[in-house]
Nanobody, 121 residues
Framework: QVQLVESGGGLVQPGGSLRLSCAASGSISSIYAMSWYRRAPGKQRELAATITSGGSTNYADSVKGRFTISRDNAKNTVYLQMNSLKPEDTARYYC???????????????WGRGTLVTVSS
């Protein structure tokens, strides 16, 4: 099966930085787009950033200029560098990948369990 495991969350002061990582493992044939979503307390989940297999990126307006998504295809890993963090960035951050995998005819959307980011003084 395919798994995504996020890491790098934690408590940071406003203006600080964090780097999230998400590693994919399992019977993966190909990984296409990889994305970071977030869900703040009492709010709906929102897409923060996406990166295609070719390296094209897209960001939510709320994080543009502060967050950078990148990936290491050799390691099946996606990163989210978060700078100038604000209290409103507090959320659980989830990794999602569109993949093809052995034993599956159609593509899959695989989700991690999330990592908590708290921005507070």
């Amino acid at each position: 099966q395919v798994q995504l495991v996020e890491s790098g969350g934690g408590l940071v002061q406003p203006g600080g930085s964090l780097r999230l990582s998400c590693a994919a493992s399992g019977s993966i044939s190909s990984i296409y787009a990889m994305s970071w979503y977030r869900r703040a307390p009492g709010k709906q989940r929102e897409l923060a950033a996406t990166i295609t297999s070719g390296g094209s990126t897209n960001y939510a307006d709320s994080v543009k200029g502060r967050f950078t998504i990148s990936r290491d295809n050799a390691k099946n890993t996606v990163y989210l560098q978060m700078n100038s963090l604000k209290p409103e960035d507090t959320a659980r951050y989830y990794c999602m990948a569109s993949v093809t995998a052995e034993g599956y005819i159609e593509g899959l959307e695989v989700w991690g369990r999330g990592t908590l980011v708290t921005v507070s003084s």
